[in-house]
């Protein structure tokens, strides 16, 4: 704190604000309750060009009504795999002011089976859900002919 009585100027410092101004009304926004919607919503927002030729990662954001307020793709990456950075997903849903959120990535080779990575990754952002108070509610892998929920299947 020395430094700052020894001409630091605070005009200097940025001036951090938060906002949000949706554009569309809650109720018009689709409303998801089970796998199947999400998986609905998810497949239909998807790049078709790219669901069986790149790994996507990406985010749903939810408000309270579970009604979704937006889709953050995280991370693109190649055929074996993509890099979703924490920070990333939960950033994305504090600054959407999310109350939950469902994570979801696509198998390129149909397979809807969870690889141990997909199994890590999914424990650690649950993990780190629970710190934030602002929940997983699901992580659901897609392909082409459908998913599978890590919800439905107890594994969150």
Avoid at 8 to 35: F, M
Avoid at 38 to 51: A, M
Wanted: aromatic content about 6%.
């Amino acid at each position: 704190m020395e430094a700052l009585n020894q001409g630091t100027n605070l005009n200097q410092v940025a001036e951090i604000t938060l906002g949000y101004a949706p554009k569309v009304k809650s109720s018009q926004r689709p409303k998801v309750g089970c796998s199947r919607q999400v998986y609905e919503v998810l497949y239909s927002f998807w790049d078709k060009d790219s669901l069986e030729l790149s790994e996507h990662f990406q985010v749903i954001l939810l408000n309270r009504a579970n009604r979704v307020l937006g889709i953050c793709t995280i991370s693109k990456g190649g055929t074996a795999g993509t890099v979703v950075d924490a920070k990333l997903v939960f950033g994305a849903a504090l600054k959407g002011a999310a109350q939950s959120i469902i994570i979801s990535h696509n198998h390129l080779s149909g397979n809807l089976l969870p690889s141990e990575q997909d199994k890590r990754l999914t424990a650690n952002l649950v993990k780190i859900g629970k710190a934030l108070d602002l929940p997983v509610l699901d992580h659901v892998i897609i392909t082409t002919e459908g998913y599978y929920s890590f919800a439905d299947e107890g594994e969150l």
